[in-house]
């Protein structure tokens, strides 16, 4: 399929080069599944879209209008991706907020990404990202267009054996994956990372930790350190395209380390299943 | 004037909503001055656009091809502002850079902004702002599109009175303007914030700091908290639409608090006029 995009609701493929969206990535977004017509855990991502445009003061479009543009999509592309960017819309030069301004919505269907098989069976290998995230609480959690983090640790690797990249911050917390959150498990307690101060807290994750009861497990965020994470029993990404991975494999940092293996769970099919289950 | 856009060399006023500008702030810009059909300091932008690129890793559009569309603008606008700005163009859904991507090139050429003869002649009351910058010394330094702290920042007034906002680092350093460098002159030594961890490295910056020793004033850069600022005999700001400001008063940040006002300076106006003189 070649992507569909409607912007403000009308079929469209481009936008104006004086939208404050590419001027100063101003704006947020949301990547979310269409399943057999339907697009998964919709009214948790409008929330959490409403949470990220309120941190930049930004007006959301309702739950409604996008409800109408997502089904639009969704006929026509019953199993694909979706993704929504609300940006401040059209502005002058300047980085002053224009009060008139309207926002720009912009919705894309593209393909389903293909991934190995393996991935979601045996586990991912994943390597440590030199970049280290920076702290901005005022930024923290949202899902916002200012992403040069992650395109600049996504640089680090092309070996398509690398599922994905694990980003620490500044201070040495493991915080997320690239493109993905972090879950670890130790013992009975599914350790978050705190992202108070960097990362996203992603519409998975939440739901993940909202299943953590039902499995038996309880939570704790805070900070984590990488020596934590390889110690842990099982370490899971998670994001609303891929689900959830468990991770196989942590490559090691160094000539002299051993990569860190972790072998096969009893509980991470449990979880999958009942991730995929609450998938209406 | 209507803004007029160059997208690729063509007359254009959008760009696809597949670019990665949009998307992730994937990409650079610079702005520069056109006075009297002549790009100010051309040489010199295009030099930091090449640095800028580097550290995203995108192809730099050549000199001579940029110059030419410059070139073509400034014969329609005179006396205008242009922004370039080069993204690393169309991508798919990722993070992952499109190895055969190909950079996008727009310029934009606007009016110039209108700002009370008083920011030039008096000088300019600032304030501090609460938002604080991030310490991310892969991007320090850079103008890259990921914008949202100088947005936010400059959210925090409207009061038409305040030129700039002053911008310290999570650690209390003095950094920048939201749109501006800032200098602060003691005694015969001008003073620049160290931008490695966090800023934007200005061209005029660079211009002011090489005409410091013809001033008699030597050169340091280092961590300036803001009483260093208050206590500087002197404080410009300064980018390549305004020239340079200089800071008449800075508001008071408690109630407690005087706000310091700055008496006329003799040196300022030597300064302006060897800036000006050396606009070709």
């Known amino acids: 399929m070649k992507p569909t995009t409607l912007i403000n609701g009308l079929p469209a493929d481009s936008v104006s080069v004086q939208d404050r969206g590419l001027a100063y990535g101003d704006g947020v977004f949301r990547t979310l599944r269409v ?15 409403v949470d990220d445009c309120a941190a930049l003061g930004l007006d959301t479009p309702s ?15 019953p199993d694909c991706v979706v993704k929504i960017i609300v940006t401040r819309g059209v502005g002058e030069r300047g980085y002053a907020s224009p009060p008139s301004a309207i926002p720009t919505r912009i919705l894309i269907a593209a393909p389903l990404p293909v991934y190995p098989a393996d991935f979601f069976d045996v586990g991912v290998t994943v390597q440590v990202c030199v970049l280290r995230l920076a702290h901005q609480p005022r930024l923290a ?17 092309s070996d398509p054996a690398i599922a994905e990249g694990l980003l620490l911050d500044a201070k040495g917390n493991v ?5 993905s959150n972090l879950l670890m498990l130790k013992g009975d307690t599914l350790h978050t990372p705190d992202l108070s101060r960097c990362g996203v807290a ?11 009861s039902g499995l038996g497990l309880s939570l704790a965020s805070g900070n984590y350190s990488l020596d934590f994470l390889r110690d842990a029993d099982e370490v899971w990404l998670c994001n609303s395209v891929i689900g959830v991975w468990r991770v196989a494999e942590l490559a090691a940092e160094l000539a002299a380390q051993h990569p860190r293996r972790w072998p096969e769970s009893a509980l991470f099919p449990r979880l999958r299943k009942l991730l995929h289950d609450l998938d209406p």
């Open 175 to 179: 915080i997320s994956g690239v493109m």
């Open 63 to 77: 739950f409604a209008l996008l409800d109408a543009e997502l089904a639009q999509l969704a006929r026509q592309h």
């Open 35 to 49: 399943a057999h017509g339907k697009p998964l855990h919709w009214q948790a991502h409008h929330a959490k879209l």
């Open 141 to 157: 959690g949202v899902k916002h267009l200012n992403r040069l983090e992650n395109v600049l640790a996504r640089q680090e690797w």
């Open 202 to 212: 992603g519409v998975t994750r939440q739901r993940i930790m909202s299943l953590a």
